[in-house]
């Protein structure tokens, strides 16, 4: 698991940006069973941790001769610089189940892209899982290599997913295929279309709302 260390922070309000010029950020703990602690962390170390774990590998947070199981579960960054200047940490429950949104990382090669010029349409970028935090993953894997033809395709039940983690989507909802050049062209070159009833419904409830102020103005 990997480490971060922090401490106890009693700066607060203008202190802070001193805490941040000295390479420091403000964060808090909080959750289950920890109690709301205000902390500081080194901004290099974080950053480093923060790459490597993202949003949903728990870390283990340090404070002192404590140690906490955590997630990173909101940073705020700089408007400019895009660098953290505050993050918070969130305990759960070891013992309890959540969902969270887990990233698809596409890797291999498809035939069907390099030898036939397709294009790789990726249909889910991420999958909702449900499991105990300390086995959710960073990440899964999608492999292409078996995209070999227009017609071949990749879905949900086909993804390596770890035995203690369930997946909160269909087996059979498709997350990758490979479309040619010329029906991309083709969905591309499809106008858009309005339905008449839609546009119907909207221009009788824009009038409705019209008819009613200005008979509250009246009155």
């Not at 909101?74 to 953290?84: D, E, R």
């Not at 899982?129 to 227009?150: G, M, R």
């Amino acid at each position: 698991m990997i480490p971060l260390s922090s401490k106890i922070r009693k700066t607060l309000g203008k202190g802070l940006e001193k805490l941040r010029k000295g390479g420091e950020i403000p964060a808090v703990l909080y959750g289950s069973e920890a109690k709301n602690t205000a902390l500081s962390i080194g901004l290099k170390e974080f950053e480093k941790v923060y790459h490597e774990a993202g949003a949903n590998t728990m870390i283990e947070l340090k404070i002192g001769d404590k140690k906490f199981m955590v997630f990173i579960h909101q940073v705020q960054h700089h408007v400019v610089t895009g660098k953290p200047i505050h993050v918070d940490f969130f305990q759960p429950s070891l013992t309890e189940e959540i969902q969270l949104n887990v990233p698809l990382v596409f890797e291999g090669e498809s035939e069907a892209v390099n030898t036939l010029g397709g294009t790789l349409v990726k249909h889910l970028f991420e999958l909702e899982v449900e499991s105990l935090p300390q086995n959710i993953p960073s990440q899964i894997k999608v492999n292409i290599d078996k995209l070999k033809t227009f017609e071949d395709e990749i879905f949900v039940k086909d993804l390596e997913i770890p035995a203690n983690v369930k997946v909160l989507r269909e087996p059979n909802e498709i997350v990758a295929t490979v479309s040619s050049i010329a029906k991309v062209e083709e969905e591309l070159e499809k106008p858009i279309e309005e339905k008449v009833e839609d546009v119907e419904k909207v221009e009788k409830k824009q009038k409705e709302e019209v008819e009613e102020t200005d008979q509250t103005e009246e009155k």
